[in-house]
């Protein structure tokens, strides 16, 4: 059995089974992208739920393993040489379990590079720019008189659908006929922004016609389904 012992934050959220993977997270769409990934792969993994809505990423358990305080982070016993290793940011592991299973990432270098672009995209310019809008136009925002920053965000993020737009045309994945970590990086943010942000008619969502195709093809796949539940709020 592997000794976690070294990581603080398996104290509070102790490993049930230590020789799997360890996902320390919340339902949100950064939290999203590594359940949905790990279903997608089937790599044996445990879910702890992080409630970020009662702060517990901010205790010092957690902070041991993300500085930075943000959900999601892991934990793989069975990381590089046979040795634990502790990731933090979305992204990173997004291409970290890509790279150790070949899955969700194509063989080709080109295109591999490529995939990667797009996952960059994701985090640089959509969940930025969503999270924004669902401030702005759903949760405390929404109060301010000054509805200059909401039309910023907004009018971006519609330039930002329709760089997604012009990419799926023609492509049933952002990658064409390969489904990808790119695309799991993306789905629960375009679907958080026309359900739970409720801003589908603010940014004009009905105009995206492949971008709206591509989110139902997504959604409906039973492992980003079941993705999306993981871990339980609770």
Request: hydrophobic letters at 45%; a neutral charge.
């Amino acid at each position: 059995m592997t000794d976690l012992s070294a990581f603080p934050i398996t104290k509070r959220w102790p490993a049930r089974n230590p020789d799997v993977l360890q996902l320390y997270s919340f339902p949100t769409p950064n939290g999203v992208k590594v359940s949905i990934a790990l279903e997608e792969i089937g790599l044996p993994y445990e879910a702890h739920a992080v409630n970020i809505m009662q702060n517990e990423t901010w205790g010092p358990e957690f902070l041991s393993l993300n500085p930075n305080g943000k959900i999601p982070a892991i934990i793989d016993p069975n990381g590089p040489g046979g040795k634990p290793i502790g990731l933090f940011e979305s992204g990173a592991i997004l291409l970290y379990l890509a790279d150790k299973t070949g899955k969700l990432i194509p063989a080709d270098p080109a295109a591999r590079w490529e995939t990667i672009e797009w996952v960059f995209f994701q985090m640089a310019a959509i969940g930025p720019m969503f999270g924004q809008v669902g401030f702005f136009h759903k949760f405390a925002g929404k109060d301010f008189e000054d509805k200059r920053p909401l039309k910023r965000y907004a009018d971006e993020s519609i330039r930002l659908l329709g760089v997604l737009d012009s990419r799926l045309a023609g492509r049933t994945w952002l990658m064409g006929d390969e489904y990808t970590i790119a695309d799991v990086a993306h789905l629960g943010w375009v679907r958080n922004l026309v359900g739970f942000y409720e801003a589908g008619d603010l940014v004009g969502f009905s105009n995206f016609k492949n971008v709206q195709a591509w989110l139902d093809r997504g959604v409906a796949r039973p492992a980003v389904q079941k993705g999306l539940d993981i871990p339980a709020r609770g």
